[in-house]
Each structure stands twice: as structure tokens, then as C-alpha cells.
């Protein structure tokens, strides 16, 4: 370090300290009247949002408590629902929206991911706003609409010949087999494929789609134009880029929106109303006749129920509430550590 000279005197520049390495300097950034609107507005969005959930949560738990402290633990175990004159539980309907669930992401996941690949990878600039908003359209199309061309049309016009096809040929595997009903079966056996839980899967399948399609579609177009670039440099084709370049870079957004549209299949209540025909027995095949699910039992049951009836409702609100919130809690987490919009280091 150099010492002052005691020469030099007291003027201001007469040493210069030096320390071997630069000093950082501290930059601090001064915010504008916009940028403290801003971020005061945001802050009690997010704050909001927080204390919502809360209060919703609370609520159920405040009217679940009485049906809550009747049924203990069997209330996660029982299949009946007769809450005035004997047991009650969710172990049916919540199998029931498991597996409906289950269904549409098993169907929509493909449709989602085609429809985004081919609207950002293949479609012509000048089709690609008009399949934009094709698609997010169909999101807007109110449940009921799709519950009624559920019930009405698509069911008698393909999915009980397409249900006895795959009874026929993977009757072996349980989740499919239909009990009462053998392999190529004649005569009036329709009616054992119909308001099952494969149909209302379907149903949910088309309204999930555009929401999952939407997600992975915006990922997509964020892949890095470097790295497609380079794909193409090294001989790979159209194809081959989007395998070594894309799929990749989305992973995180196929799978956030994968369990974004897996939480809105499990809440889905107007659809899965008008097609199941609702029974209280844990019903594991997925083709045969009958289902039932949380969201389903609430809307049906709830204007003659009684006071410890509408508690015992509300107590399987709040398990459906809290399943939907873990698994949009965990596809939020996914997405967040996932690469999509990252920038290009190419």
C-alpha cells in the first residue's frame, strides 16, 4: 500500500491507496413512481392470491369439521356415502376422479403436444395466428357444451365400438376387461361401455388439451435459435432438430403442463356430470358402465342435502382442494427449474 507523503500535505489526491485487487462499487438503482406502483400492485396480487387460497381452504376445513370428527379416519376408506343414515366416505369418488383424470392426460397429452409442435415447427407463418387462436378458443367453450356433445353425440358414435374393441383384445389386462361382457360379444351390449369413466376421460381430454397445448407451444418457441441452428449445421433434419434441440429444452413445460391439465381434469365437474352414471363402489375398469368422482358427488348431492349431509360434502371439497393444490404446486415447481426460456449461449 502507498503511504501518504508527509510532504504532500493535506490536499485532497495526495496518496492513492491500492490494494491489489479492484474495489467493487455498489450500484443502486433508483426507482421511478411507475416502477413503486408496480411493484406495490404486484405485491398485493401475489398477496391476495395467498390470502384467497387461505380463506377457501380455512372454510372448508371450518365446515368439514363435524363430518370430520364423525367419520375419523374411515372417512379415507369407506366406499358408501350415506352420510344421514349410516357410513360415508371418498374412497370411491376419489378413485373414481383418479382414474378420469388419469384418462384425459393419457389422451391429451399427445393431442397437446402434436398441436404444438405443428402450430410453432411446421404450420405456415401466415396459418400459425389463426391455429393460435383456434386453440385457445376451445378453452373458452363452456363445459356443458362439451358434457352434452359428450353424452349425445360421441358416445353412440364411436367411443362404445371403440370401448368393445379394446375389451376384446386386452380383456386380460384388468383396467380394461368388463365384467359380464365376453370377448366379441353379440346382442344389446352397448349399454355396458356407456357413462364410464374411458368416456368422460375423453371428454375431459378435449377440454384439457388446449390449456397443456398452449404451455407447451410457448416453450417451444423459446427453444434457442443458436441451438437450432447448430442442429441443422451438423446435417439433422427438421425432425431430428426437434428431438435434439426442442424436446429437450421444453421438458419442464411438457411436464408442467402435463400436471397444470392433470389439476383441471380432477376439478372438472359439468362434463363428468351429464355422462357418469354415478355408483359408491370403487369401480376399476375404466370401460364398464358407471363411475363417479368428488367434484360429480358435490354437484349432484348438495341441493337436498341436510346440514351434516352438506359438511360431509364439504369435507370431500376439501380433500379434492387439497389434491389439486399439491399437484399444481408440484407442475409450478417443475416448470420453474426447467431450462425453457433460457437464453442461448450460442
Do not use: C
Not at 90 to 117: C, E, Q, W
Request: positive net charge; proline residues 5%.
Amino acid at each position: 500500500m502507498v503511504s501518504r507523503d508527509s510532504s504532500a500535505g493535506d490536499e485532497p489526491g495526495s496518496f492513492i491507496p491500492f490494494h491489489g485487487l479492484p474495489v467493487p462499487r455498489k450500484l443502486t438503482a433508483r426507482l421511478s413512481a411507475s416502477d413503486h406502483a408496480f411493484r406495490a400492485i404486484a405485491t398485493a396480487g401475489g398477496v391476495l392470491v395467498l390470502v384467497l387460497m387461505m380463506l377457501v381452504g380455512s372454510f372448508l376445513a371450518y365446515r368439514a369439521a363435524q363430518a370430520l370428527r364423525k367419520a375419523g379416519w374411515s372417512f379415507l376408506t369407506t366406499q358408501a356415502w350415506n352420510p344421514d343414515g349410516g357410513g360415508f366416505g371418498i374412497a370411491a369418488v376419489m378413485v373414481g376422479t383418479i382414474l378420469i383424470a388419469l384418462v384425459a392426460i393419457v389422451v391429451a397429452v399427445p393431442l397437446a403436444m402434436g398441436t404444438a409442435l405443428y402450430i410453432s415447427e411446421y404450420a405456415p407463418r401466415w396459418a400459425q395466428r389463426f391455429l393460435i387462436n383456434v386453440t385457445d378458443l376451445m378453452a373458452a367453450v363452456p363445459s356443458v357444451i362439451f358434457g352434452l356433445w359428450g353424452v349425445n353425440f360421441l358416445q353412440w358414435h364411436g367411443m362404445t365400438d371403440l370401448s368393445r374393441w379394446i375389451n376384446n383384445w386386452f380383456f386380460w389386462i384388468p383396467l380394461f376387461k368388463v365384467t359380464g361382457v365376453t370377448r366379441n360379444a353379440t346382442g344389446p351390449t352397448a349399454t355396458a361401455y356407456t357413462s364410464s369413466t374411458f368416456i368422460a376421460g375423453v371428454v375431459v381430454a378435449l377440454m384439457v388439451t388446449p390449456i397443456a397445448a398452449s404451455i407447451m407451444r410457448e416453450a417451444f418457441s423459446q427453444a434457442p435459435v443458436g441451438e437450432r441452428e447448430g442442429a441443422y449445421a451438423l446435417g439433422a433434419t427438421r425432425w431430428g432438430m426437434i428431438r435434439a434441440v426442442v424436446l429437450p429444452f421444453a421438458k419442464g413445460a411438457i411436464i408442467g403442463g402435463t400436471m397444470l391439465g392433470l389439476g383441471r381434469a380432477l376439478g372438472e365437474t359439468i362434463a363428468v356430470v351429464s355422462i357418469i352414471s354415478p355408483v359408491f363402489i370403487i369401480q376399476p375398469h375404466v370401460l364398464e358402465h358407471g363411475t363417479s368422482s368428488v367434484a360429480s358427488l358435490i354437484a349432484l348431492r348438495y341441493q337436498e342435502a341436510t346440514p351434516f349431509a352438506v359438511s360431509a360434502l364439504m369435507a370431500a371439497g376439501l380433500a379434492l382442494f387439497a389434491l389439486t393444490l399439491v399437484v399444481n404446486f408440484v407442475a409450478a415447481i417443475i416448470v420453474s427449474r426447467s431450462r425453457s426460456g433460457a437464453a442461448s449461449e450460442a
